[in-house]
C-alpha cells in the first residue's frame, strides 16, 4: 500500500446518519444512527496508521486504536472488536458517550490538518456489530478460589467485575437500584445510549459468570466489614459513584417544581415515568422549565423535557459556552432541538407563585473576570443586572456528591469532600478493600470510571497473588496506609489455613511466602 | 393478614434483612416491572423467622394493587433496604410513643427497643374509630402503660393523639423523649405539645421517594436551617426543627398524577373484568364507570 499523507485520505469526515431535529423530539429513539459497513470502512481509511498513535495515548484505557481501525478498513470487524476487547469492555457505550473530542480524537494527527477520524463513531460501529452478531470475547478462564465482592454496577464495577472474571475469580456484584447499569442505566437517556446496548453489555459479563444481585444496598443490607469478616469475599472493590445530587442553597429550592436532573433522569429512563400511566411512577411536567447548569447531565435533562412535552426549554448557566462542560455533540444536539440558552447567566433564586409553585427563576447576568484555580475564567456578577426568568420548573444539573452511604457505615477514611481516600494502588484504608470510579475522584466520565476499575482489578489481582503479566504491576511498594507488603497478600495466607490441598496448587510459589515481591517484579 | 379493609400487613421472608433492621428503618418494595418504587416502614421484624413485617394503608394505585396481587405465597418483585438511618434508642427513663393511624405500626419496634433497654414505655395510640384499632396487644407487651385514643371515643379516651400525649405528660413530669409517627399534620400537633415542656421529640418523616439511596433528592427537607435527604440523613429528625409546612406542600405535588394512575388502574381492572364477563354474557352497552 502506498504510503498514505493527509493529503492522499479522504478529506473529509463521513458524516454520521441522524433523526432529524424535528422528528427525533416526538420520541425517546436514539438520535444519531451511526455508521454502516460502507461508511465504518470509508471513515477508516482516514487514519494515518501513525507508527507512534497519539490517539492511544488520548485513551484512558488505551485501546490500540490504528490496529482497531486498520481491521475495520479491512472489513475484518470480528479482529477489530477482539482488539477493542482486550483493553476496553463496552465500546458499544464508550463509543456513544465518551467525550472524544477532548480525549483520543483530540491528539489525532489527522485532527492537525483536517477534521480527526471519527474514532468514537468507528468503536461503536463496531461494539454494535459485536452485540448483534453475538461476539463476545470468551477466554479461557482458569478458575480460582477467591471471591470477590463488587459494590456498585456502573462502568467501574462492571469493568473490575469482567478483569476479575476473566482471571478466574467468582465475582458478585451488588447493586442499591432493581437493574443494574448504574449511571448508564438511570442517567443516559435512551435517545444517546439504548437500554438494550447496557443490556447486552451485562448479558456479556453474566457469560463470564458474574452474578449480579440487585435490590442490594450494602453499608444498610451488610457492611463493607461484614463482606471482608463474615460473608467470605477475598477482596472487595467500592464503585458506588457520585450519585449525591447538590442543590444551589437559593432561596425557593425546595419548592414542588425544583428537582435535582437525577431524580428527573431516574423517573425518566429508570422508571419509564415517561410511559405514564402505563408504567406507575409519575413526573413533573412543567411547561416551561429552565435547567440550570451545562454538562452532559444538564443536556441530558433538556433533551429528556422537550421530549416530555415541554413547550420551552432553557439553559441556564453562569459561564460562556466555551466554559460548558458537555460534549460538543450534546451540545449542538441541544441546540438544534431548540434548547434556549441562557450564558454567563447566575440564578440567585426560585420564585414562588405563593402556592407552593414555581412562578420563575431570579437571574443575574454575569461577565468573566480572571481565571480561578481550575484554570477557568471566574464568572463575577454584573451590578443591577437582575431579571426575572419565567418558567414551572427548575431542575438543577450543577453537580453531584459522594454518596454518604458507605461513609456512614464503615470505618473506611474518606477526604475531606466526603470521597474514599485511597493509594496510588486503588487501596482503601482496609486491607482487601479497594475502590474506584466517581466515589474516589468526583463526577468524572464513563470511561475514566472503567478506567479505575480495570486497575484496581489489576491491584486486586496482584493482593490475591493471582499472576498476570497483562499491566499495571510498575504499582509503587509504598503503602500509604500503612499496610505492609505481606499483609497485603493476606488473603492467600488465610486461604491456606481455609483449605491446605490448595495452597500447594497455584504454581506461584510457597504460601507463606509473600508473593507481592514476585508480582511487583512480573511484567 | 387484612387489619381493615384498607390497612394490611405484609410479612416477607427475607433473612438477610430480618438480621440487618433496625428500629426506624424502612424499605423500598415494587410490584412488578412497571411499577413505581415505593417506600415503606418496617413495622417489625424476626430474626429467628427471617421476616420483616410491613403495614401497608391501600390509598392509591400501587398499595391497592398490593392489597390484590400480594398473597400468600406469591414473590414482590424487589424490595431493597433496610434503608435509612436507625432510630438512636437513647438512655432516657422515660418515654412517650405516640402512634396515629398507620404510624402505630412503625412506632412499634421503637417502643420495643426503648422496652428492651429498660426505659419506662408510655404508648400513646391514636384511631378514627374502634374498628381501626389494630395491635393492641403487641403494644401492651413492650408499654407499661398505653392510652388508646379514638376520634369518637368508641375504644380508649375519646381524642386526638395529643390528648393523650398531654395526658402521658402530666402524669409523668419525668419523660425525657417522645416519639411521634403519623401523618405530618399530627407529628407536628405533637411536636407543638412538647416545645413549651422542651422535651426532645423525634419524628419519622414520610417525604416522596424514588431510590431511597440519596441518589435523587425527591425526599429532601428543611430541617432548621439545612436541607437534608430523609433517605439517607434521616428518616428520624428533631420534631422541633422540622419545617412541616415545607414537608406538606411537597407531598401533595403529585396529587393530579396519583389520582389518574388509580383511574387509568381502575379503567384496567374494569375491562379485565368485562372480558372475562364477556365470555359469558353478551357485552353490556353504554356502561358507565
Known amino acids: 500500500m502506498a504510503k498514505r499523507t493527509i493529503r492522499s485520505i479522504p478529506q473529509d469526515r463521513t458524516p454520521v446518519r441522524e433523526q432529524p431535529a424535528a422528528e427525533r423530539i416526538g420520541s425517546f429513539d436514539e438520535v444519531n444512527l451511526g455508521y454502516d459497513a460502507d461508511e465504518a470502512a470509508r471513515e477508516a481509511q482516514r487514519c494515518l496508521f501513525c507508527a507512534d498513535a497519539p490517539c492511544m495515548s488520548g485513551c484512558p484505557v488505551s485501546v490500540d486504536i490504528p490496529e482497531f481501525i486498520r481491521k475495520v478498513s479491512d472489513k475484518d470487524v470480528q479482529g477489530a472488536y477482539e482488539t477493542i476487547a482486550r483493553t476496553n469492555l463496552l465500546p458499544a457505550v464508550c463509543g456513544r458517550v465518551c467525550p472524544q473530542e477532548s480525549q483520543c480524537e483530540s491528539v489525532c494527527t489527522v485532527g492537525g490538518a483536517l477534521e480527526p477520524v471519527a474514532i468514537g463513531r468507528l468503536e461503536r460501529y463496531v461494539g454494535d456489530l459485536a452485540i448483534s452478531e453475538g461476539w463476545s470475547q470468551r477466554p479461557y478462564v482458569v478458575p480460582t478460589p477467591y471471591r470477590v465482592g463488587i459494590v456498585g454496577s456502573g462502568p467501574a464495577g462492571m469493568a473490575c467485575a469482567a478483569d476479575l472474571a476473566k482471571a478466574g475469580c467468582q465475582v458478585t456484584v451488588f447493586e442499591a ?347 | 393478614m387484612d387489619i381493615s379493609d384498607v390497612t394490611f400487613s405484609l410479612e416477607v421472608l427475607h433473612p438477610q434483612m430480618a438480621r440487618a433492621a433496625r428500629a426506624g428503618q424502612f424499605v423500598i418494595v415494587m410490584t412488578h416491572p412497571e411499577g413505581e418504587r415505593v417506600p415503606l416502614t418496617i413495622a417489625d421484624f424476626d430474626r429467628d423467622r427471617g421476616t420483616v413485617t410491613l403495614v401497608v394503608q391501600a390509598v392509591g394505585k400501587t398499595t391497592r394493587e398490593m392489597q390484590q396481587l400480594c398473597q400468600v405465597g406469591t414473590d414482590l418483585h424487589g424490595m431493597a433496604g433496610p434503608l435509612g438511618v436507625p432510630s438512636t434508642i437513647g438512655s432516657a427513663r422515660t418515654v412517650v410513643c405516640v402512634g396515629g393511624g398507620l404510624g402505630v405500626a412503625p412506632v412499634y419496634p421503637q417502643a420495643r427497643a426503648f422496652h428492651e433497654r429498660g426505659a419506662t414505655v408510655i404508648g400513646v395510640l391514636g384511631f378514627r374509630n374502634a374498628d381501626l384499632v389494630f395491635w393492641e396487644d403487641k403494644f401492651r407487651e413492650v408499654c407499661d402503660e398505653l392510652i388508646l385514643c379514638t376520634d369518637d371515643g368508641s375504644a380508649g379516651i375519646q381524642g386526638l393523639v395529643t390528648d393523650g400525649l398531654r395526658l402521658a405528660l402530666e402524669q409523668h413530669p419525668d419523660v425525657a423523649e417522645v416519639v411521634a409517627i403519623g401523618p405530618p399534620v399530627m407529628m407536628q400537633a405533637c411536636a407543638e405539645a412538647t416545645r413549651p415542656h422542651g422535651i426532645k421529640t423525634v419524628v419519622s418523616l414520610n417525604p416522596i421517594m424514588v431510590d431511597g439511596t440519596g441518589m435523587c433528592g425527591g425526599c429532601r427537607v428543611r430541617v432548621g436551617d439545612q436541607v437534608r435527604f430523609a433517605c439517607v440523613d434521616g428518616p428520624d429528625f428533631d420534631g422541633h426543627a422540622v419545617d412541616f409546612a415545607d414537608l406538606r406542600s411537597r407531598l401533595g405535588r403529585y396529587r393530579g398524577e396519583e389520582a389518574q394512575a388509580l383511574d387509568h388502574w381502575y379503567h384496567a381492572c374494569r375491562r379485565a373484568e368485562n372480558a372475562v364477563a364477556d365470555d359469558l354474557i353478551p357485552a353490556p352497552t353504554g356502561q358507565g364507570a
Open chain 1, 177 to 523: 437500584l432493581h437493574l443494574a447499569g448504574g449511571v448508564l442505566r438511570y442517567g443516559i437517556p435512551d435517545f444517546r445510549l439504548p437500554n438494550e446496548v447496557i443490556d447486552a453489555e451485562i448479558a456479556a459479563l453474566e457469560r463470564l459468570g458474574v452474578e449480579f444481585r440487585t435490590n442490594t444496598v450494602v453499608g444498610r443490607l451488610f457492611t463493607v466489614e461484614q463482606m471482608v469478616d463474615e460473608m467470605g469475599f477475598d477482596a472487595v472493590f467500592i464503585g458506588t459513584g457520585a450519585g449525591y445530587p447538590t442543590m444551589l442553597g437559593i432561596p425557593g429550592d425546595s419548592l414542588g417544581g425544583v428537582l435535582s436532573a437525577n431524580e428527573l433522569l431516574t423517573r425518566a429512563n429508570l422508571m419509564k415515568a415517561r410511559d405514564f400511566p402505563m408504567h406507575d411512577t409519575p413526573i413533573p411536567l412543567g411547561t416551561r422549565v429552565a435547567v440550570v447548569g451545562a454538562g452532559n447531565t444538564a443536556m441530558d435533562a433538556m433533551r429528556v423535557c422537550l421530549r416530555l412535552g415541554a413547550e420551552s426549554v432553557q439553559c441556564v448557566y453562569r459561564r460562556s459556552r466555551a466554559e460548558a462542560p458537555a460534549r460538543a455533540e450534546e451540545l449542538h444536539h441541544a441546540e438544534q432541538e431548540g434548547v434556549e440558552f441562557h450564558w454567563l447567566t447566575n440564578p440567585v433564586a426560585v420564585l414562588d407563585d405563593g402556592e407552593g409553585n414555581v412562578r420563575g427563576l431570579r437571574c443575574q447576568r454575569m461577565e468573566l473576570g480572571e481565571p480561578d484555580e481550575s484554570g477557568r475564567r471566574r464568572p463575577v456578577p454584573v451590578p443591577g443586572s437582575e431579571f426575572a426568568l419565567p418558567c414551572d420548573q427548575v431542575v438543577f444539573a450543577i453537580g453531584t456528591n459522594a454518596n454518604p452511604i458507605i461513609g456512614q457505615t464503615s470505618k473506611l477514611v474518606l477526604n475531606r469532600r466526603g470521597y474514599l481516600q485511597v493509594d496510588d494502588a486503588f487501596a482503601t484504608s482496609m486491607v482487601g478493600v479497594f475502590a474506584g470510579g466517581d466515589i474516589v475522584t468526583g463526577a468524572a466520565t464513563v470511561i475514566e470510571a472503567m478506567g479505575a476499575g480495570r486497575k484496581a482489578a489489576a491491584s486486586i489481582k496482584r493482593h490475591l497473588g493471582i499472576r498476570d503479566t497483562s499491566l499495571w504491576y510498575d504499582d509503587p511498594e509504598g503503602a500509604r496506609f500503612g499496610i505492609a507488603a505481606h499483609e497485603r497478600n493476606f488473603v492467600r495466607l488465610r486461604l491456606a489455613e481455609r483449605e491446605p490441598a490448595y495452597s500447594a496448587g497455584p504454581a506461584s510459589g510457597a504460601p507463606t511466602v509473600p508473593s507481592t515481591s514476585t508480582a511487583v517484579t512480573a511484567r
